[in-house]
């Protein structure tokens, strides 16, 4: 199964399953039938007789049809109805959630992607992150919702992974800012690497004091539960 690692603004780095040519083009026909629905539907209602349709009417109705999976996927954390069943969603690669301007770059080159024969299953195929035109140049890419699994949530830095049945010990853990944690794992680090036990000490009692954290852990055994637990908290 191919899959594709996202970092995290916590970072973490998360492994998930990209979403198949197959999964991705159901979705879009899908959102195409949504989309045709709708025009059949209001049409049909302005067609009714003694209704006298504003040719402007016309236009905004066949426009919100054709902006539908743009505003979709902005309000609806990268899903439109045919993601949605899918279970599918679009993300960005670095890990930050797409901006406006990430969404209308993929929707602004739907038309390039879909309607030249084969261009978006090509490549598609072709590349590691499943990425088509419009995803390669707003840095996303689409994958199923569901992770391959919590196993393989790891820090590369120095952390093991979290396993599934993980009972975390401090909830304070969850309250700590991305930069304690960056800060926890240079301590770690230094101690490995020159036995800097000052470092990790101080840093143990600012943290206690900080998050008010209670523990009679060993100094070392306590970051790294912290880290551990601050992993479990985020990706949940």
């Known amino acids: 199964m191919?899959?594709?690692?996202?970092?995290?603004?916590?970072?973490?780095e998360l492994e998930y399953p990209l979403a198949g040519i197959g999964e991705r083009m159901l979705a879009f026909l899908l959102?195409?039938?949504?989309?045709?629905?709708?025009?059949f539907v209001v049409a049909?209602?302005?067609?009714?007789?003694?209704?006298?349709?504003?040719?402007?009417?016309?236009?905004?109705?066949?426009?919100?049809?054709?902006?539908y999976r743009l505003f979709a996927e902005m309000f609806f954390n990268?899903?439109?109805?045919?993601?949605?069943v899918m279970k599918i969603r679009v993300v960005k690669i670095d890990g930050t959630p797409p901006s406006v301007a990430n969404y209308f770059l993929r929707w602004l080159l739907e038309p390039i992607d879909f309607f030249i024969v084969g261009l978006a299953v090509l490549l598609i195929i072709l590349n590691k992150k499943g990425q088509r035109l419009g995803d390669m140049l707003a840095g996303t890419t689409?994958?199923?919702?569901?992770?391959?699994?919590?196993?393989?949530?790891?820090?590369?830095?120095?952390?093991?992974?979290?396993d599934e049945d993980y009972v975390p010990i401090h909830p304070e853990a969850a309250d700590i800012s991305d930069h304690d944690i960056r800060i926890?794992?240079?301590?770690?680090?230094?101690y490995r690497e020159d036995a800097a036990h000052?470092?990790?000490?101080?840093?143990?009692?600012?943290l206690?004091?900080?998050?008010n954290i209670q523990s009679e852990q060993p100094t070392v055994k306590f970051l790294y539960t912290i880290l551990r637990d601050h992993t479990y908290y985020v990706s949940r």
């Not at 959102?31 to 629905?37: A, E, P, V, Y």
């Open 2 to 12: 191919q899959a594709v690692s996202v970092q995290t603004t916590q970072n973490i």
């Open 31 to 39: 959102d195409i039938l949504i989309m045709f629905s709708f025009i």
């Open 44 to 67: 049909g209602f302005l067609s009714i007789p003694g209704i006298d349709t504003p040719d402007f009417l016309i236009w905004i109705m066949v426009i919100i049809a054709f902006l």
């Open 78 to 84: 990268g899903q439109t109805v045919g993601k949605s």
């Open 142 to 162: 689409v994958v199923k919702i569901k992770r391959i699994t919590t196993a393989n949530l790891r820090n590369k830095a120095i952390m093991k992974p979290v």
């Open 184 to 190: 926890i794992k240079d301590a770690l680090s230094a």
């Open 198 to 206: 000052k470092a990790v000490t101080v840093l143990e009692r600012k």
């Open 208 to 211: 206690k004091e900080k998050y």
